[in-house]
């Protein structure tokens, strides 16, 4: 195993690493909030688990496989205790994801994965229904097109991962892996567009991306991360606005309706704007820490890359003008974003539109007698529920106890759970619980198990449950954010860890003040305006927008 | 700032010609009207392939050599085939993960054989940024030595098992020699399974239920006829147990295609790397694994199958667009009532769950338009003249063979449906047809080495021993490529007692099909 004790394997990503010693201080803390389960588990507990347990810290030098942090031994960091523990004990006893072989990388693990397959699945019809349509551009780009737009060079260079060697061969030109695509994207465009008849051409990829990161988080900052990107080209800069608005607007619904997470939607300010762009516009989110996700951008390029790339087309006048172009992106970043903005103590707590799965059945008995009526009932209501349409496991493991498996269900964040026991086979009824209240106050008893009313109530308590997560985000989000009309009252608000909002006319260079001296930097200038006359907060001179600062990952 | 542009621009085109080694027959600027193909299939295949792949709008060639755009035409016929068999995976209990494109060198060299196989092929991160990476770091080849350490790491107990797992994803093998789009590219995209069971039974029963899965994507999908069979030795999986395949046929080359293969790993990587469970006795033991892979090369087995001189030829059941709806309007007629019939047959078609559109563009003539349909290989095209709107009749035209049918609007659904499928089934039988014709039987060299020359799949009896398969290869080398066995079909023919092999003479212990393969 000596081969995977390397530098590259063991230096795992700072964040990580920071987090570490912290955990094994605070799984002795947790150990009493969970003891009563916790003995219940010794008993019940396979060999298995046992010699984890028995195991020395898993971050000592002579552990031999890849890991950070146990995984059968499910204690979570307190939330409020140390926010970024918290998020990397879910990640790891969720088993969203593992850390890669290579610092910074990540690998996504079926529960995560499914997860983005659900936003996929939702994005990608949207995509299709607004005209555009997928293909596939290569993840290598010759070095020399990556020059050619200069703010975007300059802006990506640090960050490139560079192919020099192939096959054993010196290459001659040295490779790119793709950082983002529109430098490929437009070499291709040059090609294809002649005249007005061939716009717009509306394109998306789901594809990796490579940025070569310093500080990494998984989800959220890794050195490869997937996403999709759509490159769009017109004939007019209004066409190019207006699909620019209308991709940061599908995102917007996608955030709102399907993650339950109310972004703020507006632009970015020059200084934050995508290296390349005229305009960027983006979703922020509010992370349970309060600090700002960048969640989902859409790009109005302008004429900066077709004119790099020389991209015209005749126009209906016969005359050469160069295309107008958008680029809009969201990437696994945004899984990140769920568990930060949902997750509590007990763990991640979904979104019912995208848990890969819904409801979670579990059965319970004590006396062999009971058993096999309780199964049935079990495997009949996940089969009722699974015809209609709804996204349901039955947990009949019999080497676990009911309790563990409803906390075991709960920290993986499954929005309800279904108990049955054998009074309930008997009044041919269930217990619903919900993940998001916790105790009796989510359980409600007596619901029949016949498929009619039974699927129209766990229809009807997901969307409960969907709606009221984002309500419970929003109440979060508006208590958060302070208005401020100084500069004074913005550090104010930025020290207390708050989102500052106030009327900004100030130059880039007092922007970058603000960055320096607080560490909050402007998420945008939101589209929701408040009305009447404004006077900045820097300088005192009028203002047209209010925009939000705040720190963000 | 434009006339500088412009430079880059050519430039850049200039550059293009000259590096890109895979993009003969390539034109300079795309002409809107050069339709049609300047080389025939029968006569120079190989040109016709490198025009009919970008005149039918899947590839776009590239600065560099070996890399490939996959344009919205061939993406729509990877995600149909995704979408099945993702299904398919998914009602097997198999669960989609994605694991990094980049693998530390150290983990990459620690299953040997295995190494040795694709060590050549390495693309290699050497920088970042400005600065240079103190390790070199490698771009997947394949993810089994990513993979198999977090195995190592889930798998505890026998309950952690099976391990089933897939991923979508890019993989990058550089190589030189001469890459063709789709079927040989330095980078492509693929589906890649890898399992762990507790027994070989369980990973046995894996490798045929994915390899059937295989079989349905080419002969359902693609309506290319397959081969199911057994790799030799010597062409099997490097580090792996055995491997099965199914062998498609390009006629034309007289080439086999490993269409896609499902491999049984056996022990060997949980040997190498220590992927343990305690079974149910509380004993510990390996797992068996097994990984499986189909690629974007699909798609260009079926272009190569079924493609004609007018261009592609695409089954409707992985066509993005099944029907395309050409109005023909003529000078006094009434071009409304015409534009309303495409109108609302693209309607009834879209409801019945077809895949149509209707091509109204009016700087293009309706012969252009038939031409450019038929070069994108469309299954079906529906014409609406005068003529058709007095009779309240479409006509409606075969991609394949040409075949003109009216149909009555009234019947317009249920017909279409028949003719797909019709169309669907004798792409099938056609290719099937020509493949047979390939096959030959021989017993001995002479007649094995006759066969071959006349571009054969050949099926012969043999003994089974590596060294007389890199023997076939060594005396078939030639301008043209050695000849090395393709599979051993799991339908045997009988094998008489007493029969030889063709090329040793020894004994024979099965029928294997040879010949000349991609």
Known sequence: MGALRLPSLTSLSSAAAAAAPRYHFYRQLCLPLRSVSAAKFSVQSSTVEKEIAATPPELEPTSQKPRLQPEK??????????FNAWYLDIIANAELADYGPVRGTMVIRPYGYAIWEAIQDYLNVKFKETGHSNMYFPQFIPYSFIEKEASHVEGFSPELALVTVGGGKELEEKLVVRPTSETIVNHMFTQWIHSYRDLPLMINQWANVTRWEMRTKPFVRTLEFLWQEGHTAHASPEEAEKEALQMIDVYTKFAYEQAAIPVVVGRKSKVETFAGASKTYTIEAMMGDRKA?????????????????????????????????????????????????????????????????????????????????????????????QAAGIRVKCDDAEQRTPGWKFNFWEMKGVPLRIEIGPRDVSNRSVVVCRRDIPGKQGKVFGISMESPTLVAYVKGKLDEVQSSLLESAKSFRDGNISDVSSYSELREAIAQGKWARGPWSASDDEELKVKEETGATIRCFPFEQPEGAKKCLMTGNPAEEVAIFAKSY | MGGKDAMISKDAKSSNAATSSGAKGKKEVKKE?????????????????????????????????????????????????????DAEIKKMNIKNCYFPLFVSSTVLQKEKD????????????????????????????????????????????????????????????????????????????????????????EADGEVLD????????????????????????????????????????????????????????????????????????????????????????????????????????????????????????????????????????????????????????????????YSHWEMKGVPLR????????????????????SSKNDIPM???????????????????????????????????????????????????????????????????????????????????????????????????KKWTYWGRSY
């Open chain 1, 73 to 82: 031994d499910r204690v979570i960091t307190p939330r409020s205790q140390d």
């Open chain 2, 210 to 369: 994915i390899l059937e899965l295989y079989r349905r994507i080419y002969e359902e999908f693609l309506a290319v006829p397959v081969i199911k069979g057994k790799k030799s030795e010597h062409e099997k999986f490097a580090g792996g147990l055995y491997t099965t395949t199914v062998e498609a046929f390009v006629p034309n080359t007289g080439r086999g295609v490993q269409g896609a293969t499902s491999h049984c790993l056996g022990q060997n990587f949980a040997k190498m790397f220590e992927i343990n469970f305690e079974n149910e006795k509380g004993e510990r033991a390996m797992v068996w694994q097994n990984s499986w892979a189909y690629t974007t090369r699909t798609i260009g087995v079926m272009i190569m199958v079924h493609g004609d001189d007018k261009g592609l030829v695409l089954p409707p059941k992985v066509a993005s667009l099944q029907v395309i709806v050409v109005p023909v309007p003529y000078k006094d007629a009434d071009t409304k009532g015409i534009f309303d019939a495409c109108a609302s047959t693209v309607k009834s078609l879209n409801e019945a769950g077809f895949r149509a559109e209707a091509d109204y563009r009016d700087n293009y003539s309706p012969g252009w338009k």
């Open chain 2, 410 to 508: 009234a019947d317009l659904v249920e017909q279409v449906k028949v003719m797909l499928d019709n169309i669907q089934q004798s792409l099938f039988d056609a290719a099937k047809q020509r493949r047979d014709t390939c096959i030959q039987t021989v017993y001995t060299w002479e007649e094995f080495a006759e066969a071959l020359s006349k571009k054969k799949m050949i099926l012969a009896p043999w003994c089974d021993e590596e060294e007389v398969e890199k023997d076939v290869k060594t005396r078939t080398k030639g301008e043209m490529g050695a000849a090395k066995s393709l599979c051993s079909p799991f339908e045997q023919p009988a094998l008489p007692e007493g029969t030889l092999c063709f090329a040793s003479g020894k004994p024979a």
């Open chain 1, 293 to 385: 996700l960048q969640a989902g951008t859409s790009h109005n390029l302008g004429q900066n890359f077709s004119r790099a790339f020389g991209t015209q087309f005749m126009d209906e006048n016969g005359e050469r003008q160069h295309v107008w172009q958008t680029s809009w992106a969201i990437s696994t970043r945004f899984i990140g974003g769920i568990i930060m903005t949902h997750g509590d103590d007990a763990g991640l707590m979904l979104p019912p539109n995208l848990a890969p799965i819904q409801v979670i059945v579990v059965p319970i008995w004590k006396k062999a007698d009971d058993k096999a009526g309780v199964l049935d009932a079990a495997s009949s209501v996940k089969e009722t529920l």
């Open chain 2, 382 to 401: 529906i014409e609406i003249g005068p003529k058709d709107l007095a009779n309240n009749t479409v006509r409606a035209v075969r991609r394949d063979n």
């Open chain 2, 33 to 85: 009207t050069g339709l049609g193909l300047s080389y025939k299939k029968d006569d120079n295949f190989g040109e016709w392939y490198s025009e009919v792949v970008v005149n039918g709008e899947m590839i776009e060639y590239y600065d560099i050599s070996g890399c490939y755009i996959l344009r919205p035409w061939a993406v729509s016929i990877w995600e149909i085939m995704h979408n099945f068999f």
């Open chain 2, 114 to 201: 295995h190494i040795e196989g694709f060590a050549p092929e390495v693309a290699w991160v050497t920088k970042s940024g400005e600065s240079e990476l103190e390790v070199p770091i490698a771009i997947r080849p394949t993810s089994e030595t990513v993979m198999y350490p977090y195995f190592s790491k889930w798998i505890r107990g026998h309950r952690d098992l099976p391990l089933r797992l897939n991923q979508w994803c890019n993989v990058v093998r550089w190589e030189f020699s001469n890459p063709t789009p789709f079927i040989r590219s330095r980078e492509f995209l693929w589906q890649e399974g890898h399992t762990a069971f507790a027994t070989k039974e």
